[in-house]
């Protein structure tokens, strides 16, 4: 079972737009990591926020983590259509050695 | 420095048979992953091996296996395979636990005919 629900499931806009996707998760986490998938390859590691963390950038990339809310949101800025990929939240659990996945936010940036 | 490979990249198998999917993990990382990927259940964790030695499975029937050799490299065993075990199969390396983050190889997509 998934403890990330991520929100929207599917996502659309212009180029050059921004792109907000959330995540909630249910139990108490070590880190919250954020990777892209592009059409079925491999995950690419995004951006990996602690639990002590409320915010962390990284390019275009700026993620916020509210534990007291258990939610975290990813906001990609100026988007392009390289950016189209499905995101995905996973959640490093505490004394577990293993990342809980939500099930992903379809991106599509329309040029 | 490398990333995380896998092989092989793609793999057709009938039900029934058995697999071997293989993960070299990134020079010095030692805990290995593996997860299942599919459009309904999503991304699964299968199991996570740390030098040599299992410490963490998740909810998956014992045809699935796996195992990790003193150089890191880890391989995965799927036997009597059925069609629903048709996925994306990602290992994922980390220098010890999710602590560090993970690194994903591209995975091997299997198909169960």
């Known amino acids: 079972s998934q403890q990330g629900e991520e929100d929207p499931q599917a996502l659309s806009i212009q180029e050059g737009e921004n792109a907000t996707m959330n995540c909630s998760y249910k139990?108490?986490?070590?880190?919250l990591q954020w990777y892209r998938q592009n059409s079925g390859r491999g995950l690419v590691h995004l951006i990996l926020?602690?639990?002590?963390?409320r915010e962390k950038h990284s390019g275009r990339l700026r993620v916020t983590l509210d534990t007291s809310k258990k939610s975290s949101s990813l906001l990609i800025t100026a988007s392009r259509a390289a950016d189209t990929a499905s995101y995905f939240c996973a959640t490093g659990i505490q004394g577990a050695q293993k990342l809980v996945f939500g099930q992903g936010t379809r991106l599509t940036i329309n040029p | 420095k490398a990333g995380v490979t896998q092989t092989p990249r793609y793999l057709i198998k009938t039900r029934g048979q058995q697999v071997t999917l293989s993960c070299s993990p990134i020079?010095?990382?030692?805990?290995v992953s593996w997860y299942q990927q599919t459009p309904g259940q999503g991304l699964q964790f299968l199991f996570e091996?740390?030098?040599?030695?299992?410490?963490n499975k998740g909810n998956f029937p014992g045809r699935f296996s796996g195992r990790q050799f003193s150089n890191s490299r880890s391989e995965m065993n799927v036997s009597t395979l059925e069609l629903g075990d048709s996925a994306l199969y990602l290992c994922?390396?980390?220098?010890?636990?999710?602590?560090?983050?993970?690194?994903f190889g591209s995975g091997t997509r299997l198909t169960v005919v």
């Open positions: 091996y740390f030098s040599e030695t299992q410490r």
């Open positions: 139990t108490s986490i070590n880190n």
């Open positions: 994922a390396s980390s220098l010890a636990d999710s602590f560090y983050g993970y690194t």
């Open positions: 020079s010095g990382h030692r805990s």
């Open positions: 926020i602690r639990s002590n963390e």
